[in-house]
């Protein structure tokens, strides 16, 4: 892993949340993007070396909406961005990590991604980033 990559926070009304994250950082968001195979709006926003993910529900079926209901907004995951993802999520489960995605998929920014369960992590929800041009 060469670092941490971004710092997803589930948020119920992502227009709401830009506008506090934005004065907290004192600058706007640079990007905001549907993945809809995540069932999610995100919004990305730079912290000096480090990016902040806004994470909205776009469905009411999706990990982030039952994030919400569950356990209301606040942190969701933390991304840590990897050199070669398939080898990473082999390494992580022959060292006895359990996976939700066996096998990367395309993520927000430019990135391929996976989650290891947070089961397996100590309740915290992890995910694979790697750069789409990797």
Do not use: W
């Not at 993802?85 to 939700?100: A, D, N, P, V």
């Amino acid at each position: 892993m060469k670092k941490i990559e971004h710092i997803g926070i589930a948020v119920k009304d992502i227009e709401a949340s830009n506008n506090l994250f934005a004065l907290l950082f004192d600058k706007p968001h640079y990007k905001i993007e549907d993945v809809e195979s995540e069932g999610v709006k995100t919004s990305f926003f730079k912290c000096g070396p480090n990016k902040i993910e806004l994470l909205q529900a776009t469905n009411d079926n999706g990990p982030i909406a039952k994030f919400i209901e569950k356990k209301g907004e606040g942190i969701h995951h933390i991304a840590f961005a990897v050199k070669d993802i398939y080898k990473e999520i082999e390494r992580l489960k022959s060292s006895g990590f359990r996976m939700i995605n066996e096998a990367p998929k395309k993520g927000a920014d430019g990135k391929i991604i996976a989650f290891l369960h947070p089961k397996s992590t100590n309740g915290v929800l992890i995910e694979l980033c790697q750069d789409i041009e990797d």
